[in-house]
């Protein structure tokens, strides 16, 4: 099998294997509370059995000690001490060569390095792909950037509603000033017509008013 050396832009590695190519992000960065998949996909030569195992390690940061934090052959087996307890869930499809899994309610702590180690028999392992993880607090420079993004989706179309209903104002008042001047009365017909706009404006008004309110009450919860 001809060796194939590391993937280039994206931060990512293949790592060839006897019969199995593994692809796994060599970095991946994740902000505390906000669950993080780290991702480890294979490529086998030989067909997927139940004898196929998939374990994923960690190994602290400045440390030489590595622990078990999950295990999968058929089932799923998470690690059950720890503090990884109750965090680790599988995402993966061995069977369309995917054995990843993700953390829920990363902290600062999680940093480190994960490993994910797939065997298919008769394939086995040679090099063992690694994923550092880097777990921060979201700065105050992504929050705003989320504000604003909410501010373009609530400002955008409420500008448009009143653009809209200004130029109708506008059409509106020149025709009964057109109709003033030249003694037109109006029929029952256009009475009702005018009564329908006017609740028509009302009702885009309300709805201005209301978008207006939800950013208020999103940007207060965002800080």
């Known amino acids: 099998m001809q060796q194939r050396g590391a993937a280039g832009s994206r931060g990512c590695a293949l790592f060839p294997l006897l019969g199995v190519l593994f692809f796994q992000d060599a970095h991946v960065r994740g902000y505390v509370g ?71 309610n990363p902290t600062i702590k999680d940093n480190g390095t994960f490993s994910c180690a797939v065997k298919n028999p008769p394939d086995v392992h040679h090099n063992i792909p690694m994923t550092e993880l880097t777990v921060t607090e979201r700065g105050f420079g992504t929050m705003l950037s989320s504000v604003a993004l909410l501010s373009i989706l609530v400002f955008v179309p409420s500008a448009v509603v009143v653009a809209l209903l200004l130029v109708r104002m506008g059409r509106k008042a020149a025709g009964l000033k057109k109709r003033s001047r030249s003694g037109y009365k109006k029929s029952s017909i256009e009475v009702s017509d005018d009564t329908d706009q006017e609740e028509e404006e009302a009702c885009m008004a309300r709805l201005c008013v209301r978008c207006a309110e939800c950013l208020d009450s999103d940007y207060e919860e965002t800080y």
Request: net charge positive; aromatic share 14%; charged share 25%.
């Open 34 to 104: 906000e669950k993080i998949k780290l991702k480890c996909t294979f490529k086998s030569t030989s067909d997927v059995t139940d004898k196929l195992t998939v374990d994923w390690t960690y190994r602290p940061p400045s440390s030489s000690r590595t622990v078990s934090i999950f295990h999968y052959q058929s089932f799923q087996y998470p690690t059950t001490a720890g503090t990884f307890r109750d965090r680790i869930s599988w995402v993966g499809n061995v069977y369309k060569g995917d054995a990843s899994i993700s953390i829920s």
